[in-house]
C-alpha cells in the first residue's frame, strides 16, 4: 500500500507529495510541528497537541492553515487514509511560500500544512519497554525559545546521532550550569529514593511535553508527589528510575546514563506501573467519527 501524505488541501502518494523549493520551512526552518500518537485506532490528546500548535503559532505569529476542527478532520483522515492502528501522525505548518528574504512576507500568504502517518513496531515498543534504554549525554547548544515546537532542529539531530553512535536511543542535553535539561525528543524525568518524580520546570528552558502532562495526571490520580525542579546529571546517575517521555516513547525507562547503570539495571517499578497504565487515563478520540 502506497503511504498517504496530506500536503495543502489535498491527499497524495508520498512519490507526489510535495512543497515548494521556496517553502520557507526548507529556506529557514520558519515552521512548527506536532506528533501525536495513534493507538488502538484512537488519536491520543488530539486536543492538548492542538492547544500547543495554537501556542507555537501564536508565538511565531503565524496563522492557523485551517480551522481547528477542519485540521482534526485532517488528522483523523491522514492516519485512516494510511491504515495506522498503532503508530503516529505528524504535522507541520511552515509561514509559506515567498520570494526567499528573511523578513515575513509583506503580503499575507498561506501557510504551508504537510501531514504524514505511519505505523509503529509493536516488537519494538515491547523492547524498549522490557529492556529500558540507555542514553547518552551533551550539551545544549539550542536557543533559548525551545517551548516553541518549532522544525529547527539541528542541535537535537546532532545529539540524537550522538546517541546512535554510541548506541544509545537518547541524548540527554544539559545547561551551562550542569543541569539536565532534556532529552533530543523527549523530556527527561528521574525518581527519587522515596519514589518521588521530578523533571525540569517547564518554563522556557524545555518544550512543555503532552506526555510531561499526562504523566503528571496519572502522578495526581494515582498519589505519586512530583517534584518540578533542576536536577544535575550527578543526581541523575545516581536516581533510583529514570525515564523519558514523549508521544512516541510514552514512558520509557532509562537504565544507563553515560557508563552509570541505573538502579539494578532493569526498568525499575514506578515507570514500568505507569507505562503499563498510560493510556487509561489519557484523551482517545477515534479516527473515525463518521
Ligand atoms: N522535548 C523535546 C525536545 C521533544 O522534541 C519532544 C517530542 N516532540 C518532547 C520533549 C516530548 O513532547 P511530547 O510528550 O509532547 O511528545
Same mark, same amino acid.
Given at each position: 500500500m502506497s503511504r498517504i501524505a496530506y500536503v495543502n488541501g489535498r491527499y497524495l502518494p508520498h512519490a507526489q507529495a510535495h512543497v515548494h523549493v521556496e517553502d520557507r520551512g526548507f529556506q529557514f526552518a520558519d515552521g512548527v510541528y506536532e506528533v501525536c500518537e495513534i493507538w488502538n485506532g484512537h488519536i491520543v490528546d488530539m486536543t492538548r497537541h492542538l492547544d500547543r500548535l495554537g501556542r507555537s503559532l501564536t508565538e511565531l505569529q503565524?496563522?492557523?492553515?485551517? =480551522?481547528r476542527r477542519a485540521m482534526e478532520t485532517v488528522l483523523r483522515e491522514t492516519a485512516r487514509r494510511n491504515r495506522v492502528k498503532n503508530g503516529l501522525v505528524y504535522l507541520q505548518v511552515t509561514r509559506g511560500q515567498a520570494?526567499?528574504?528573511?523578513?515575513?512576507?509583506k503580503l499575507p500568504i498561506p501557510t504551508t500544512l504537510v501531514v504524514t502517518a505511519r505505523s509503529t513496531s509493536p516488537s519494538v515498543a515491547v523492547k524498549n519497554s522490557e529492556d529500558g534504554i540507555a542514553v547518552v549525554t551533551t550539551p545544549d547548544?539550542?536557543? =533559548?525559545?525551545?517551548d516553541i515546537k518549532t522544525v529547527s532542529l539541528l542541535p537535537q539531530v546532532l545529539a540524537k546521532q550522538k546517541a546512535v553512535r554510541a548506541g544509545a536511543k537518547e541524548a540527554w542535553m544539559y545547561d551551562k550550569e550542569g543541569y539536565v535539561t532534556e532529552g533530543a525528543s523527549s523530556n527527561a524525568w528521574i525518581v527519587a529514593q522515596d519514589g518521588t518524580l521530578i523533571t525540569r520546570p517547564a518554563?522556557?528552558?524545555?518544550l512543555r511535553g503532552i506526555t510531561r502532562a499526562a504523566i503528571m495526571d496519572y502522578a495526581a490520580t494515582n498519589g505519586i508527589k512530583v517534584e518540578e525542579r533542576h536536577f544535575t546529571l550527578e543526581e541523575a546517575k545516581a536516581a533510583r528510575e529514570a525515564f523519558i517521555t514523549s508521544a512516541t516513547m510514552l514512558a520509557t525507562a532509562v537504565v544507563k546514563i553515560d557508563d552509570a547503570v541505573i538502579g539494578n539495571g532493569q526498568p525499575g517499578s514506578i515507570v514500568s506501573a505507569m507505562r503499563a497504565r498510560f493510556h487509561e487515563g489519557v484523551e482517545k478520540l477515534p479516527l473515525s467519527v463518521y
Amino acid at each position: 500500500m502506497s503511504r498517504i501524505a496530506y500536503v495543502n488541501g489535498r491527499y497524495l502518494p508520498h512519490a507526489q507529495a510535495h512543497v515548494h523549493v521556496e517553502d520557507r520551512g526548507f529556506q529557514f526552518a520558519d515552521g512548527v510541528y506536532e506528533v501525536c500518537e495513534i493507538w488502538n485506532g484512537h488519536i491520543v490528546d488530539m486536543t492538548r497537541h492542538l492547544d500547543r500548535l495554537g501556542r507555537s503559532l501564536t508565538e511565531l505569529q503565524m496563522d492557523w492553515p485551517l =480551522e481547528r476542527r477542519a485540521m482534526e478532520t485532517v488528522l483523523r483522515e491522514t492516519a485512516r487514509r494510511n491504515r495506522v492502528k498503532n503508530g503516529l501522525v505528524y504535522l507541520q505548518v511552515t509561514r509559506g511560500q515567498a520570494r526567499r528574504d528573511f523578513a515575513f512576507p509583506k503580503l499575507p500568504i498561506p501557510t504551508t500544512l504537510v501531514v504524514t502517518a505511519r505505523s509503529t513496531s509493536p516488537s519494538v515498543a515491547v523492547k524498549n519497554s522490557e529492556d529500558g534504554i540507555a542514553v547518552v549525554t551533551t550539551p545544549d547548544i539550542r536557543w =533559548e525559545r525551545v517551548d516553541i515546537k518549532t522544525v529547527s532542529l539541528l542541535p537535537q539531530v546532532l545529539a540524537k546521532q550522538k546517541a546512535v553512535r554510541a548506541g544509545a536511543k537518547e541524548a540527554w542535553m544539559y545547561d551551562k550550569e550542569g543541569y539536565v535539561t532534556e532529552g533530543a525528543s523527549s523530556n527527561a524525568w528521574i525518581v527519587a529514593q522515596d519514589g518521588t518524580l521530578i523533571t525540569r520546570p517547564a518554563e522556557k528552558g524545555i518544550l512543555r511535553g503532552i506526555t510531561r502532562a499526562a504523566i503528571m495526571d496519572y502522578a495526581a490520580t494515582n498519589g505519586i508527589k512530583v517534584e518540578e525542579r533542576h536536577f544535575t546529571l550527578e543526581e541523575a546517575k545516581a536516581a533510583r528510575e529514570a525515564f523519558i517521555t514523549s508521544a512516541t516513547m510514552l514512558a520509557t525507562a532509562v537504565v544507563k546514563i553515560d557508563d552509570a547503570v541505573i538502579g539494578n539495571g532493569q526498568p525499575g517499578s514506578i515507570v514500568s506501573a505507569m507505562r503499563a497504565r498510560f493510556h487509561e487515563g489519557v484523551e482517545k478520540l477515534p479516527l473515525s467519527v463518521y
